[in-house]
Structure formats: structure tokens, C-alpha cells
């Protein structure tokens, strides 16, 4: 089955910073690859989502890039502000059975004022 | 669109007794829906997969019988745990997939559940 390894676990960085948060899959017939953030206590926000047959999108100061070859996508966040801090899980999934989504371990972002 | 809804939120019961959670979607139709289960600082685990009118589909190592799960209609899944037991506390959060959709799940906001 998939596979998806996420780091780094934990991320701190100053208002105004980048962040960037990587992932890795195994299966390479997943083709729809979701990023989401988790603040405490809450579900998971879809925040941005890419597809196999596209390298890059962005979505304001958000922004996710894939490369199918060596099988990991990343997230970008630009100008980091005090609420953009939660926890950040990519996820991969692949166009056969349910298509179920498998999740990386999750990113706790801090970002300090 | 696709707001996802669940109740209760939070709930806490006694050991042996049965809770029921509701997952709900507000604005769309699903023909499928997901559960997971997240223990803390932990990451989001898939239990099962309903499809409306038909049985559940259970992820290895998570018992049929006492995660029950129904989904009768387009807009409505149902979690029991039946004779629940304090390993069985933990943060219960719903998904669901529009009909006719390829891949997207819209979140619910999990149910606390404590079990004394």
C-alpha cells in the first residue's frame, strides 16, 4: 500500500518567514495529492490540492509542488503569519479502489511573532 | 459548499455502554464517506469506508463488529462503538466525498470521545 514520510515534524519560524514543509509517497499510480492544516481540537481544512498532471499551483501565499520522478511534493507558505501556526498533513492517494487518502505524520508549525 | 457536520462533539461515557456519532453533509451529496481516527499528536488513521446502501469497508486491524457503521442515506453516516472501553478515547473525525468526484474529502470537525 502507500506510504507517505513527512518532514520536518515540527517547524518554527519568525512572522514574515517562508516555511516549507516536504513529503515523499511510494505508490506511484497515487495521483491526487492534498495538503491540509489542523488546528487544535478541530478537523482537517483542505488548504490546497494538486493532481498528477500538473508540477505546480498557488493560491495566494500558499503554493504546492510535485515532482512525479522522485515522488515527493512540498508546500509552500509565504509570508508566514502568528495564524498560520497548526499542524500541516500532506496526504496521497491513488485512483484505485476508494481512492482513500493515507497521511503523512503531520508538520507543527509555530510561527512567532 | 461542502460542509461536513458531525454530533456530538464531545462526548463521555462509561465503560461497556455504546455512543453513537452522526456525520452529516450540509450542502452536498456523498455517496461515500470516511472514517478515521486520530489519537493525540498523532496522525489521521482510516477505519473504514461506507458507500450509501451498501456495507462498510474496514481497514485491517479495526473490528467490524465494534465499530459499526451505517450509511443509509446520501447525506448521513452513523459510527457506533459498541461496548466502548477507555482505549477506545480518542478524537473520531468523519470524511465525504461528493458524488461524482474524483478524489477530494470534505472534513468534519471530530467527535471527543472519552470513555471512563
Known amino acids: 500500500g502507500e506510504n507517505v514520510e513527512q518532514h520536518p515534524s515540527t517547524l518554527s519560524v519568525q512572522e514574515g518567514d517562508s516555511a516549507v514543509i516536504k513529503c515523499t509517497y511510494s505508490?506511484?499510480?497515487?495521483?491526487?495529492f492534498p495538503w491540509y492544516k489542523q488546528e487544535l481540537g478541530k478537523g482537517p481544512q483542505l488548504i490546497i490540492d494538486?493532481?498528477?498532471?500538473?508540477g505546480e499551483k498557488k493560491d495566494q501565499r500558499i503554493a504546492v509542488t510535485l515532482n512525479k520522478t522522485a515522488k515527493h511534493f512540498s508546500l509552500h507558505i509565504t509570508e508566514t503569519q502568528p495564524e498560520d501556526s497548526a499542524v500541516y498533513f500532506c496526504?496521497?492517494?491513488?485512483?484505485?479502489?476508494?481512492?482513500?487518502?493515507?497521511f503523512g505524520k503531520g508538520t507543527m508549525l509555530l510561527v512567532s511573532p | 459548499g461542502a460542509v461536513v457536520s458531525q454530533h456530538p462533539s464531545r462526548v463521555i461515557c462509561k465503560s461497556g455502554t455504546s455512543v453513537k456519532i452522526e456525520c452529516r453533509s450540509l450542502?452536498?451529496?456523498?455517496?461515500?464517506m470516511f472514517w478515521y481516527r486520530q489519537f493525540p499528536k498523532q496522525s489521521l488513521m482510516l477505519m473504514a469506508t461506507?458507500?450509501?446502501?451498501?456495507?462498510?469497508?474496514?481497514e485491517q486491524g479495526v473490528e467490524k463488529d465494534k465499530f459499526l457503521i451505517n450509511h443509509a442515506s446520501l447525506t448521513l453516516s452513523t459510527l457506533t462503538v459498541t461496548s466502548a472501553h477507555p482505549e477506545d478515547s480518542s478524537f473520531y473525525i468523519c470524511?465525504?466525498?461528493?458524488?461524482?468526484?474524483?478524489?477530494?474529502?470534505?472534513f468534519g470537525p471530530g467527535t471527543r470521545l472519552t470513555v471512563l
Open positions: 496526504a496521497a492517494s491513488s485512483p484505485s479502489g476508494y481512492s482513500t487518502l493515507t
Open positions: 470524511s465525504a466525498r461528493r458524488a461524482g468526484a474524483l478524489n477530494e474529502q470534505f
Open positions: 450542502d452536498f451529496q456523498a455517496t461515500t
Open positions: 505508490d506511484s499510480a497515487s495521483n491526487y
Open positions: 494538486i493532481r498528477s498532471n500538473v
Open positions: 461506507s458507500n450509501e446502501g451498501s456495507k462498510a469497508t474496514y
